[in-house]
């Protein structure tokens, strides 16, 4: 047998093994009436290998989608029409913005301030998370928080 095919076998059970992780989210998901088939898994999973590779990013597993969904699957503005493409834009919006952020932001509090924006300011609009609330987590995390900047700038005014 050749290096090569048992490489290949060990790459399709890995991601065989991670679509099962991802399935095994619909244990808390299914209770917000959110369900990921098979098909929805492997899409996520392949869409998150694309966004690692775009952004040269490495993870050993599927904790950071699997976090993801956990946060996202409560939202009320999320439909089963639109669940897996969501977490999708979100995983790539997590990983735009640890990149941004030079990895300054933990996992755990990125997700949640994500979540909390997408439920709270955006009302469930990605196009606003991922425009005007993006820029303004970019720019607490580089140059401080908002109302200091506010304050500084109102000084300098002066």
Do not use: W
């Amino acid at each position: 047998m050749n290096f090569l095919d048992i490489f290949s076998k060990t790459g399709v059970s890995f991601i065989e093994d991670m679509i099962h992780e991802i399935m095994c989210t619909n244990a808390i998901s299914e209770s917000f009436g959110l369900y990921l088939s098979p098909q929805d898994s492997q899409e996520i999973i392949m869409n998150r290998n694309a966004i690692l590779k775009e952004y040269e990013r490495v993870e050993v597993d599927n904790e950071i989608t699997q976090k993801i969904i956990t946060q996202f699957c409560s939202s009320p503005y999320l439909q089963q029409t639109d669940y897996a493409d969501t977490i999708m834009e979100i995983q790539t919006l997590f990983h735009h913005l640890k990149n941004e952020l030079d990895d300054n932001i933990g996992d755990d509090e990125l997700i949640e301030k994500l979540a909390d924006l997408y439920n709270n300011n955006c009302f469930g609009a990605l196009d606003l998370l991922q425009g005007r609330e993006t820029e303004k987590i970019i720019k607490q995390y580089k140059f401080g928080d908002e109302d200091e900047q506010d304050i500084d700038l109102d000084m300098e005014e002066e």
